[in-house]
């Protein structure tokens, strides 16, 4: 039975959810119902099938039956696909503020930086995916004698499957490249977060996708997204490093290619010439955008000895002052956890550190005053290795904050994890700035900002070195993952083995000569 008693949160209402109920790919009748609950408050959301293999194979096979005609559409008549979900989601923008707001507990603010990030990315493929799918011209063994060129071509079914903190970007933004490069997509959202992932499928569907070509799957991770990867010809997958490792498992038993995004224990490095107030600033975004519940946000903050209590007295100040709250507005600046697993990870990463003897500066405790979920910013000092928080992704509201007195120093602490996602250098000088970054091992690293900076970077690549994940999205990598390469070579006037009626001997030692000369010839080599 499905259960229809839905929290009246924002404009999200039960109407809306049996709407989004519809466009679902897996039947509801028959199917165990996964209910969802609204971190503000702890009421009942709503609840969505939980698809089985069979639900996931029939997604699958109506996507690829769609496919074959997606592809064969030019790009750019893709593209304008991808141009009218832009305007959509800058119109549309109030009712899926509500509805990310209802199902994870973020604040507004947070909630805007995915519909702005939607529509950066819609932007940029639509606008550049015609040049990163473009034939290309490759040199032959000897010129003139073959005409070689490079193809790309579509993988077929693109499989997603995307976590709740981003439950909008990260159902999106993966997906559309995927498109636009002439795949079908089969969606796996996280079950918290499955009602806007639908919303997107939708405002798809109005942009002018055809019928059947980007399906959504609901259900459990294990089952659903294991029996995705099961019968999809490429996957992207954002969540855990563990099951990454899963997923890449799976991928490789298949031999299909797969992408994925993954945990990071990021760190922020403030050298002595930084400028205090916008460090300060980048710091609380750093630290607390999303409650800390994203992957490239700021766990680990390392800070120049001659400006590290100035800089603490005013990271202090600026964190007791954010407003944490629920609201369907701009008031607050830090919302909810989404979920009692997330507070439960939270408050006993705080609890062993300070039993270990860690420092509480500001926040560490939770506010049920205020909302269920609900963790204060909090600054610890005097964390140690062997804390759990020092080495392990908290994914929550919590910095730890050391000092160093060397740049070499400040480095080897920032390398010394298994991550690699992200980090943020802050210095006067901007060419001081990249030196430092190219040392980090961090598949992006920002200066003078702490992520938003290479995030929103769309043309440039973004992903993790180290545990922190394999591939990278947006760039031209972001969209060539998704297709496989074809050289086709066409060859004149005789073979590489030689022309016809030449001995082989007499062929070698031509060769050996025009290569010889090649290898001299700039233009040539
Ligand atoms: P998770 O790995 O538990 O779940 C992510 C998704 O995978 C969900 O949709 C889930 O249903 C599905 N899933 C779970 N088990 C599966 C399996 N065996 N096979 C296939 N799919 C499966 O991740 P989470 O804890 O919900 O998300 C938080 C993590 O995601 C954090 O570690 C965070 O750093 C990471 N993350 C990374 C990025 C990035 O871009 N690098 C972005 C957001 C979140």
Known sequence: ??????????????????????????????????????????????????????????????????????????????????????????????????????????????????????????????????????????????????????????????????????????????????????????????RQTSFTALWAAELLDEAGLPRGLFGVVTGEGREAGAALIGEV???????????????????????????????????????????????????????????????????????????????????????????????????????????RKQLDTVEEHVRDAVAEGATVLAGGRSRPDLGPLFYEPTILTDVRAGMTLFADETFGPVVSLQRFRSVDEAVEKTNDTPYGLNASVWTRDARRGREVAAQIHAGTVNVNDAYAAAWASTDAPMGGMKDSGLGRRHGEEGILRYTDSQTVAVQRLFSLSGPPGVSGERYARFLSGVLKVFEKVPGLR
């Open 1 to 190: 039975m499905t259960d229809t008693r839905v929290a009246r949160t924002g404009a999200v209402n039960a109407r809306l959810i049996e709407r989004l109920k519809a466009r679902i790919s897996v039947p509801v009748e028959g199917r165990e119902m996964l209910p969802s609950f609204v971190p503000f408050t702890g009421e009942l959301l709503g609840d969505a099938p939980r698809g089985t293999r069979e639900d996931v194979r029939e997604a699958v096979d109506r996507a690829r039956a769609a496919q074959g005609a997606w592809a064969r559409r030019s790009v750019g008549e893709r593209a304008r696909v991808l141009r009218r979900f832009h305007a959509l989601v800058l119109s549309r923008q109030d009712e899926i503020l509500d509805l990310v707001q209802v199902e994870s507990g973020k604040a507004r603010g947070h909630a805007f930086e995915e519909v702005a990030d939607c529509a950066i990315v819609a932007r940029y493929y639509a606008h550049h995916a015609a040049e990163h799918l473009r034939p290309r011209r490759r040199r032959g063994a000897l010129p003139g004698l073959t005409s070689t060129r490079e193809y790309r071509h579509p993988k077929g079914v693109v499989g997603i499957i995307s976590p709740w903190n981003y439950p909008l970007t990260l159902a999106v933004t993966d997906s559309l490249p995927a498109l636009v490069a002439g795949n079908a997509v089969v969606l796996k959202p996280d």
């Open 233 to 339: 010809d490429y996957v992207s997958f954002t969540g855990s490093t563990a099951t990454g490792r899963t997923v890449a498992r799976q991928a490789g038993e298949r031999l299909i290619g797969c992408s994925l995004e993954l945990g990071g224990k990021n760190a922020m490095i403030l050298l002595e010439d930084a400028d205090l107030e916008r460090a300060t600033e980048g710091a609380v975004r750093g630290c607390f955008s999303n409650a800390g519940q994203l992957c490239i946000s700021i766990e680990r903050l390392f800070v120049h000895d001659s400006i590290f209590d100035r800089f603490v007295q005013r990271f202090v100040e600026k964190t007791r002052a954010l407003r944490l709250g629920p609201a369907f507005d701009y008031s607050t600046d830090v919302g909810s956890l989404v979920s």
